[in-house]
């Protein structure tokens, strides 16, 4: 022992006790450490749910998005292959399409199914006000989970009535 004291002394250095406090102070530095830790988890889990949440919103919005697009393409064109792309009647005086005017006949017999990248419009519903009974026009037996539905009120054969367009997503297999 007496050549270690002296070899310390030499080194001019302390020799090296275990400390109480030392222990102390370290166990209590991990724990707030794994506390920390745990919290900036927890904190990141929460983001990534409130973003996951985000994404299935925007899916969402681009469905009801397409489907008032092919909703209005159908009150302000017209289109004599298919009437979801247009179903207005064609002033000849004019010439133009009179916009909101459309054309029962013409939706009930050239309307087919239309399917453009993701999605597919399943059905179109109208609705007379003066008589409220419904009529739907199913243009598509695909099932799917995620649909939407607009409404847009338009005269049919000059009649007040509400268009209902159904878009679906297409399933993801």
């Not at 029962?104 to 993701?118: F, M, W």
């Not at 026009?137 to 995620?146: G, H, P, R």
Request: proline residues 1%; charged residues 25%.
């Amino acid at each position: 022992m007496n050549t270690i004291n002296k070899f310390n002394q030499r080194m001019k250095k302390k020799p090296i006790y275990l400390n109480q406090k030392g222990i102390i102070f370290s166990i209590d530095a991990t724990i707030s450490f794994v506390i920390a830790l745990i919290t900036v988890l927890i904190f990141v889990l929460y983001l990534s749910n409130i973003i996951l949440s985000e994404e299935r919103n925007i899916e969402q919005i681009e469905l009801d998005q397409k489907a008032l697009f092919i909703a209005d393409s159908m009150a302000k064109n017209q289109n004599s292959e298919n009437s979801l792309l247009g179903a207005c009647n064609y002033d000849s005086d004019k010439k133009r399409v009179l916009t909101n005017n459309l054309n029962y006949t013409q939706i009930k017999t050239n309307s087919k199914s239309l399917e453009l990248g993701d999605f597919f419009v399943k059905s179109i519903t109208i609705t007379p006000l003066t008589t409220n009974q419904k009529e739907t026009i199913i243009l598509s037996e695909k099932n799917s989970n995620n649909c939407t539905n607009v409404k847009r009120f338009a005269l049919v054969d000059n009649l007040k009535a509400i268009i209902e367009v159904k878009t679906c997503k297409i399933k993801e297999i």
